[in-house]
């Protein structure tokens, strides 16, 4: 089993920064990827960013060039760097993690079934 931690979000206006942080404990070494999602009020949960332990990233495309996701192996942790947020970021996002090679696959790598194991969320508001 692996348990997920997530921490950092908040509430910024338009164009601010957040830093979100999960962290993995458990039988972590099975985590060969990591990834976050989002879900708006009313909306399906989307994939947002993941990253695989041995390096390689995807990124949803409403995210690419502001976000940023890094996997640290050795902490156990994934990190999501969020730049000129706008109000349509505004969504709980969840931290995700993966035993198989999910994230290896572009057409998977943003696919909420293919991960087992789900944080609880962390909220991140965005105002105008």
């Known amino acids: 089993q692996v348990h997920l931690v997530e921490s950092g979000g908040g509430s910024v206006k338009t164009g601010g920064s957040l830093r979100l942080s999960c962290v993995a404990s458990?039988?972590?070494?099975?985590?060969?990827?990591m990834a976050w999602f989002r879900q708006a009020a009313g909306k399906d949960r989307e994939g947002v960013a993941s990253?695989?332990?041995?390096?390689?990233?995807f990124y949803a495309d409403s995210v690419k060039g502001r976000f940023t996701v890094t996997h640290d192996k050795a902490k156990n942790s994934v990190y999501l760097e969020m730049d000129s947020l706008v109000p349509d970021d505004t969504a709980m996002y969840y931290c995700?993690?993966?035993?198989?090679?999910?994230?290896?696959?572009?057409?998977?790598?943003?696919?909420?079934?293919?991960?087992?194991?789900w944080g609880q969320g962390t909220q991140v508001t965005v105002s105008s």
């Open positions: 990253a695989y332990r041995g390096g390689g990233t």
């Open positions: 995700a993690a993966d035993i198989g090679a999910t994230c290896m696959d572009p057409n998977l790598a943003l696919s909420p079934p293919e991960y087992q194991y």
């Open positions: 458990g039988d972590t070494t099975r985590n060969t990827c």
